[in-house]
């Protein structure tokens, strides 16, 4: 056999031919052909696209987000816009922008959004109270867009008209399905029981909630970093339709991407928009440290949540005209009937990150009449914004994304998971019944309303491997438990299992059935929800005291 035989034979080549793959004269109609068939693949593409951005036009759909999931529950939801004045107004801290002589943290009013239960015979446009739902974003969109902009320090003229574009093509049409300033139920003055799950937990005798007469329970909760008191509406919401009072504060510290403070009595809006230590100075022109800065954000951020709580108990002690009257929001008109409809005597303090931080620091010193706090609901606290407080004297339900136990943070010279662990355990050893979990699968930003309106952008950048309605009905569920804790004293779901890790296991993987984590046969007939708990990991527990 030669070694000159190929495998594939030439094609001797005709006359005419220069040689190439194809004749001369065929270039120019192959060529053609290949540009219109691209030029068919592109006008499939653009009238798929334009067919899109038509649907949702019709439909009033946002571009590419998904609309927020109505919620569940015995309760339909309300939700009222309130800003209260401060008077007279405190100079929190007395820190000032750079150049002026302009206060930056003087408190002048207070804002915050209230979730109720309603009602499930009130539905949009049955009664007289009825607005036009909440955006997503509230107005004006530019204003957040700015604050996120300059957030990733690229703030100027065109890049916030850029931000402001795009915001609004994505989220601008996005509401929030809750009836505005609809009337509270009448459910929280009789003697009655509802349930306060979904699925298959709706009908088990367990895990229903006892109303007394003291009213709807109140929880008050404190955002994160570059978050608004929208961002958090799902969550808000779901407890508010299993019978809780959820009061979502717009923290105007400068932590926040940008707030509208609105005018009074003819007065100008004005602006807050977010702000570091880096843009004020102390009245003498000294820089101020980031820590000195965050010590200033969270007394500001305590005032801030003690004008909410006053608020709440002037609506419940029968001045809710008044509260309507002072709101120029011009929602609450309902507020009047919502006398002893409240328990503001014993109120529960959530917040998630900076928010968490937050909430753990109103702990100190009480409960008392400004901070009635009965207990604590922590979400992935602060790595980063100061130190946690360990004065804590109530029940407390600290929750860990997943990736905030996996991802291992430094700080103030040790594990922050260790931080966190101690907090727990020595106020648990003070005699106050106290909880430390991870949500497995979950991220940081699990409890928002973010992987709801993007679930596959905010899965691929934050690692979140657990479904995302999953993921927020896992922070609904245990927040529920822990309630009723607070109201029974009875530990039940989560709250009743031992703690089997007392270490974050990496091993672990989402959904594992472990051994104590309940019966495996049942789980395998009735489905995941019969045994919810694999999706956790306890770290502290009260259920090892019993």
């Known amino acids: 056999m ?34 219109l068939r691209s030029v068919r693949w592109s006008l499939v593409a653009c009238l798929a696209g334009v067919t899109y951005i038509l649907y949702c036009f019709v439909t009033r759909q946002p571009l590419f ?24 107004a405190r100079t929190i801290d007395p820190l000032v922008f750079k150049g002026t002589d302009k206060k930056a943290l003087e408190l002048e009013s207070v804002l915050f959004t209230i979730y109720y239960p309603v009602s499930r015979s009130i539905t949009e446009g049955s009664h007289p109270y009825t607005h036009k739902r909440h955006t997503w974003i509230p107005p004006p969109l530019s204003l957040r867009a700015q604050g996120y902009a300059k957030a990733a320090h690229i703030s100027n003229w065109f890049t916030d008209a850029l931000f402001t574009g795009a915001i609004k093509a994505l989220a601008g049409s996005i509401t929030i399905p809750a009836l505005v300033d609809a009337p509270i139920s009448d ?92 843009e004020v100075t102390t009245p003498d022109g000294k820089e101020v440290s980031i820590e000195d800065f965050h010590i200033a954000q969270l007394s500001f951020r305590e005032a801030e949540i003690e004008e909410a709580v006053r608020v709440m108990k002037m609506i419940n002690n029968g001045e809710g005209a008044t509260v309507f009257e002072q709101n120029p929001y011009g929602e609450g008109s309902d507020l009047p009937n919502w006398k002893g409809r409240l328990n503001t005597d014993e109120m529960i303090i959530a917040g998630h990150s900076y928010g968490a931080t937050g909430a753990l620091q109103t702990l100190r010193n009480g409960p008392n009449e400004k901070r009635p706090f009965k207990g604590a609901i922590i979400l992935d606290p602060g790595k980063s914004s100061g130190p946690l407080n360990k004065d804590i004297n109530v029940p407390l339900l600290v929750v860990h994304s997943n990736s905030w136990s996996s991802h291992s943070s430094i700080f103030y010279g040790r594990a922050h998971f260790d931080t966190v662990k101690d907090l727990v355990v020595s106020n648990k050893a003070r005699g106050n019944p106290s909880w430390f979990m991870t949500s497995l699968g979950t991220s940081h930003p699990s409890v928002t309303d973010a992987p709801l309106l993007e679930p596959y952008i905010l899965s691929f950048t934050t690692g979140a491997t657990i479904d995302v309605y999953q993921g927020l009905r896992q922070y609904v569920h245990v927040a529920e438990d822990f309630l009723y804790f607070l ?60």
């Not at 495998?7 to 290949?34: D, Q, Y």
């Not at 998904?66 to 939700?79: E, R, S």
């Open 187 to 278: 459910h929280a003055t009789e003697n009655v029981k509802f349930a306060t799950s979904w699925d298959k937990r709706d009908v088990s005798p367990q895990h229903v909630i006892q109303q007394e007469y003291a009213g709807h329970p109140v929880i008050v909760f404190s955002h994160g970093t570059v978050s608004t008191r929208t961002d958090y509406s799902h969550y808000a919401g779901e407890l508010a339709a299993r019978g809780y009072v959820v009061v979502m504060l717009e923290h105007r510290d400068g932590s926040g991407p940008g707030s509208l403070i609105k005018g009074m009595k003819g007065e100008k809006d004005r602006h807050v928009l977010l702000f570091d230590q880096t």
């Open 487 to 546: 109201v029974n004293g009875e530990k039940r779901g989560l709250l009743a299992e031992k703690a089997e890790f007392p270490e974050y296991d990496p091993g672990t993987l989402l959904g594992m059935w472990k051994p104590g984590h309940g019966d495996d046969t049942k789980a395998r007939e009735e489905g995941e929800w019969w045994d919810w708990r694999s999706y956790w990991q306890v770290h502290v527990s009260s259920a090892d005291d019993s």
């Open 65 to 88: 987000a998904h609309p927020l999931p109505k919620h569940t529950g015995p309760y339909a939801v309300g939700a009222i816009d309130i800003q209260a004045p401060v008077s007279p």
């Open 2 to 35: 030669t070694n000159n035989m190929k495998v594939i034979p030439e094609v001797p080549t005709p006359a005419g031919h220069n040689g190439s793959a194809r004749p001369a004269a065929a270039t120019l109609p192959f060529s053609l052909f290949r540009f």
